[in-house]
């Protein structure tokens, strides 16, 4: 077969370049299941798809079945069956190499050919460009690596710098120009985790993605509700040959890792549904900006107005220039605001803080914390030099989990609204409790959990949302549930108050007494 034979096999089928160029074959389908499988293709339903329908997967053999439709997918758009592809995928399936592979294909078989790539952020960019470019390029034939050109924005093919190659740019709201200015006779725009990149960016490039000669691709873990990726599965998705895989069924994706999402976040989460089911969030009250109310009404508890003994306390001075200061306080069962007052001096803030710690002795330095900013940092100050070295913390700073949280603050509300679904309870007036249900989240365009600031809150509520945030901060450290009592010791005689750990001989409470912990 002549050369330009077969690079004209190459440009209507990928599938055969990535065999001639890596030496990868698909995995092949067990025979039993070839008719199903042709259905699923047909009808474009690939959930009734498992992994023991094909052949085990071997790694430097194979591509993943995963990869494979999407390759079946990119042939019948080059040969002008569909025109737009958006896939739902997820983390640790090969994503990025699919992506990587499809570049080089692209730029290999199409003369003075384009590629505009597109994500989130730079550092997502960089992982594309930098990382799986190079060692895709790496792994090609001395004689066909030696035709791309790598540098940290561009992919060029050699001799043809200014018209040849594969460009990328962020896809931030506040760049909506991402795309645009690309042209070629043949072009490929294409957007990796999808989802997080800003409606602006496709409007703006909407001359390039209505090319008859442009093949659109865009990739994505279903991170967000809104904007072009999620629409492209919904309202939009007649304009889109749309692929939905599932990460239990990954050949590459390995139980423990499926377990351990079930383990820390629940069956029934939305974690669950984007990082292993590969499904969009649940849908809540969404406003213009795309933020959703964090509690729900019917999960919230409410605690009758009771002493209680706390043993974690939140300061927050001022409330970020604001007119009262605010010590927040929990136990493991409950919380809400122990004291307020009128704007005053850190040196008085601090005096009233060490009141109340005084009044409240299961509140400890390892279990008090303050907001190092501004005023707060000062009264953690003055709390040294009395002799209580409480706990400085910055509301914006890197959370525990950051792939989930965009900062600390996200994660404590979090934490929150996880003990307040099973068994925390809050104390309050009905006012104040309300300010909890006006809280909203979103998902960023990293996936992550944020909180709405505070300026906005406060354009929302008419005021600052103080009360609830020093409530929320109170979880800055993670919490148990409170242990159910051990029935195999003296359960039938005694009953342990879990706030001071003494026994209470159960014949000593009257029928109808009340439990001041319950």
Known sequence: MADIDLYMLYQKDILLWIKDMYGLEPQRVLPEYQSLLEECRASGEYNP?????FEPFRKGEHITWHQHETCLAINRAVNGEIKKISIRSGHWVGKSSTIAIVILWFLFCNFQSVVGCTAPTSSQMNDVLRKELSLWINRLPDEV???YERTNEYIRISGFAETWFARARTGKKENPEALAGLHADDLMILADEASGVAEEVFTTSESALTNENTLFLMISNPTRTEWYFYNSHNELSYLFHCLHFNSEESPIVSKKFVESVIAKFGIDSDEYRVRVLWEFPRIGEMDDKGYMPLFERGEVKFAPDISFIPNTLWIDAWGEGKDKSIRCGRDSYVGWVLAEEKKSNEKTIAQKTLTLITKYPRITDKKTFYDNFGVGANVGTELAYIGYKAKWCNNGEKADDPERFANKRAECYWRLKEAVKLWFQIIGTEAE???LFKIKFKRNQRGQIQIMPKLEMKKLMGKSPDRPD?????????????KKENKSQNSEKYIINPITGEKIVKKHLSRNQRLPWL
């Open 470 to 482: 020093a409530l929320a901060l109170t979880f800055r450290e993670t919490d148990r549930p409170p």
């Open 145 to 147: 690596k030696k035709l």
């Open 49 to 53: 798809m498992r992994k023991y329908m």
């Open 433 to 435: 409790r309300e300010d």
